[in-house]
């Protein structure tokens, strides 16, 4: 789209909000495009793009905050937004007891455009298909399966965001996805493997060797293979390594989500009022960050308009921070952190994470597997809970035995279950070396919003008790 024309919109909502008693306006739009195609069984059985397009306005009236949107980008609908957006924020300032006022921040003018070597926009589909016969096909030459499924979904397109304080940016978002799936009965068994990542790179990504589509395949191939001859999971307390996929999950869903300022304010969350309390190991260090340099999602700036910086959350066991709108800022007294985001223009941002990670160590693998002797290698998650006491359970979609350091056997039915809180002080070391992902299928959940791009990794990570349930 014309981005002098998208601009001048957002300036006359903001002007026409401030005309008519509003405080402060923020406007946005997203011009997205999403595609996803499914190879199931060798057969196609999804092909679709959707297109999201609109204009949000936040409008700020005696203290209190109104929201509205509008797919239609002319400068009448635009106007009636703005005012729809006022009139809620004046009813909210009625009805609510608390002001929401935040910190007055410099106008930022930027245009944050990410340079992409391979854009999906320039690659036609059958070159996206034959990606997926390729994953499929590697995924044969491992095992005969009795079911296949490969994937590739494609975000990508342009945000724009203004603001009453002079605020002009422009980013454009990416986010590619490759997924391979392998499924074999087994003697009544599904076993069941699958590899595959998202990233904010271009296509020329899976032209890398570990992460080609025969890659792909040829590690879900192998894994379902290693499922048919697993054994179960021996039940109890055990020494654990946790792979940088689980590892992520369990820093996003586990502690990221209780780290959220909307649930710190309420009270809802078991870590609030505790900044500067020894939480964790000194080997346990939580961070959020819009930009990283080891992949995962790439996200210059969140919806309000602030720069997606990184975030300390834990350090070295400690807590350090929560993370921020500009809002809950204000009121905790500290800086946004640019946690303000929206799944689409439909919604008001909320504090929501970024890329979401463990902290690096010293340890090689190598290193880690000797320091640990006997335990549970968990590599993936296939899925769980986790509540807002910190309770999880992950369960565990590929997983090994280890015995005197070495790998030895590949279980199954392994899940782990704990308190974040509780975990995060058995953490006794973690790798040099980190790895981000992300993902167009599925994603974050929060308010009605899913799912919500986001990222997460860390490395791997050794904690000397965790909880496993499997075969006592």
């Given amino acids: 789209m014309d981005n002098e024309f998208v601009f001048d919109l957002l300036h006359k909502a903001v002007k026409h909000g401030e005309e008519i008693g509003a405080s402060f306006i923020e406007a946005r739009m997203d011009n997205l495009k999403l595609t996803t195609i499914n190879l199931t069984n060798e057969i196609i059985t999804e092909s679709s793009t959707r297109e999201r397009r609109g204009i949000g306005i936040v409008a700020y009236v005696e203290d209190s905050i109104g929201y509205s949107f509008t797919p239609v980008l002319t400068p009448e609908a635009i106007k009636e937004t703005t005012k729809r957006a006022a009139k809620i924020a004046k009813a909210s300032a009625f009805l609510s007891k608390d002001k929401e006022t935040f910190d007055e921040r410099d106008a930022i003018k930027d245009i944050a455009e990410r340079k992409i070597i391979k854009h999906p926009a320039d690659v036609e589909f059958d070159e996206k298909l034959d990606m997926l016969k390729r994953s499929i096909n590697a995924i044969k030459e491992q095992i005969e399966p009795t079911s296949t499924t490969a994937m590739y979904g494609e975000l990508f397109g342009d945000k724009y965001f203004v603001n009453s304080e002079g605020s002009e940016i422009y980013w454009n978002p990416l986010i590619i996805d490759l997924r391979a799936i392998a499924t074999k009965k087994v003697e009544g068994y599904n076993a069941r493997g699958s590899d595959g990542v998202g990233t904010s790179e271009g296509l020329e990504f899976y032209e890398k060797e570990k992460y080609t589509p025969e ?214 070391g973690a790798t040099k070396n980190i790895e981000m992902f992300t993902g167009y299928f599925g994603g974050c959940g929060k308010g009605g919003q899913y799912p919500l791009p986001v990222g997460m990794g860390g490395p791997i990570l050794y904690a000397d008790e965790v909880m496993v349930g499997g075969e006592k």
């Fill in 215 to 428: 890659s792909f395949g040829a590690n879900a191939g192998k894994y379902c293979k290693q499922q048919g001859t697993a054994i179960s999971a021996p039940a109890g307390k055990s020494a654990a390594l946790i792979g940088p996929r689980l590892g992520g999950v369990l820093a996003h869903e586990s502690f990221g989500h209780l780290s959220e300022s909307d649930f710190v304010m309420s009270g809802m969350s078991p870590i609030a009022d505790r900044i500067g309390a020894v939480l964790g190991s000194e080997h346990a260090s939580i961070y959020d960050t819009g930009l990283t340099e080891h992949g995962g999602l790439w996200l210059p700036y969140d919806d309000s308009g602030i720069p997606a910086d990184e975030t300390v959350i834990l350090e070295k066991g400690v807590l350090v921070g929560y993370l921020h709108n500009r809002v809950s800022a204000k009121r905790m007294n500290t800086k946004p952190t640019g946690n303000s985001r929206a799944i689409t223009f439909n919604f008001d941002p909320i504090p929501r994470m970024k890329n979401t990670y463990f902290g690096a160590g010293d340890l090689t693998e190598e290193e880690a597997l000797e320091m640990m002797g006997d335990g549970i290698y968990a590599i993936g998650t296939s899925g769980g809970q986790a509540d807002m006491d910190g309770s999880f359970l992950f369960k565990c979609s590929r997983g090994y035995l280890v015995e005197k350091g070495e790998i030895t056997k590949t279980i199954k039915d392994a899940a782990l279950t704990g308190n974040i809180l509780d975990f995060i002080q058995h953490i006794q």
